[in-house]
């Protein structure tokens, strides 16, 4: 019984530490310290969006990949969930929608900042 106790115990702990995680993690850079994927891709923000609002629609999506959340993703923090146009959801920080950059191949490159002067890295301060 023990042992059946100790096990559940550690189970739902770790299930309750998966869910406060944030879904995004911070890598140093030679511009400072900035917010990524799991795979290390940068994430960006976009002038044009609302609070919790994406306008990157359609063909902009193409080159601007909205960062995804899963459908059982909650809001935490500054961390929130916008739901888009076609249903889908994506993560915002400090309710900025965030995307990654069709041209970023490789982890940590931000070839987006400051593209058209409305794409801005997201820094992590």
Do not use: Q
């Amino acid at each position: 019984m023990r042992t059946i106790l100790s096990a559940f115990a550690v189970l739902l702990a770790s299930s309750i530490f998966s869910l406060a995680a944030e879904p995004a993690k911070v890598m140093d850079t030679k511009d400072g310290k900035v917010f990524t994927t799991d795979e290390g891709m940068v994430l960006y923000t976009f002038d044009e969006d609302g609070k919790d609002k994406s306008n990157c629609r359609a063909t902009c999506t193409e080159t601007w990949i909205p960062f995804k959340a899963p459908a059982d993703a909650a809001a935490e923090g500054d961390w929130s969930i916008v739901t888009r146009m076609d249903g889908s959801k994506m993560w915002a920080y400090d309710g900025k929608p965030l995307y990654r950059f069709a041209l970023d191949t490789k982890p940590g490159e931000m070839n987006g900042n400051d593209m058209g002067g409305k794409w801005h890295v997201l820094k992590a301060e």
